[in-house]
């Protein structure tokens, strides 16, 4: 079992910047792949990044790809989304997920773990 705790989320203006952060607990942390995922109102939970279990590699919905960064410190058991040129369609909760998955994964069902998630609110 692993719990993951949110953190990070607001009410930014449009251009600006966020640090998402996730912390873990249970199992070795450094067995999982990590992810980020969002689900504004009204839509369906999507990709946002993931990455490897030594933090070697990530990937990034093309939404975001160029302006976010996902990374992992193992040793502290720590995920962190930073999030830059905001807009408001990044307008969402964000959840963090663990997975058993052999490399990072974008599908929501290859995930185990959830948390609870941090809203991020983008105003224009």
């Known amino acids: 079992q692993v719990q993951l705790v949110e953190s990070g989320g607001g009410l930014v203006q449009a251009g600006g910047s966020l640090r998402l952060s996730c912390a873990a607990s249970g199992r070795p942390f450094s067995n999982y792949v990590m992810g980020w995922f969002r689900q504004a109102p009204g839509k369906e939970r999507e990709f946002v990044a993931t990455?490897?279990?030594?933090?070697?590699?990530?990937y990034y919905t093309d939404s975001v790809r160029g302006r976010s960064t996902i990374s992992r410190d193992n040793a502290k058991n720590m995920v962190y989304l930073e999030m830059n040129s905001l807009k408001p369609e990044d307008t969402a909760v964000y959840y963090c997920?663990?997975?058993?998955?052999?490399?990072?994964?974008?599908?929501?069902?290859?995930?185990?773990?959830w948390g609870q998630g941090t809203q991020v609110t983008v105003s224009s």
């Open positions: 990455i490897t279990r030594t933090g070697a590699s990530s």
């Open positions: 997920a663990a997975s058993h998955a052999y490399s990072g994964t974008i599908y929501p069902s290859a995930y185990d773990y």
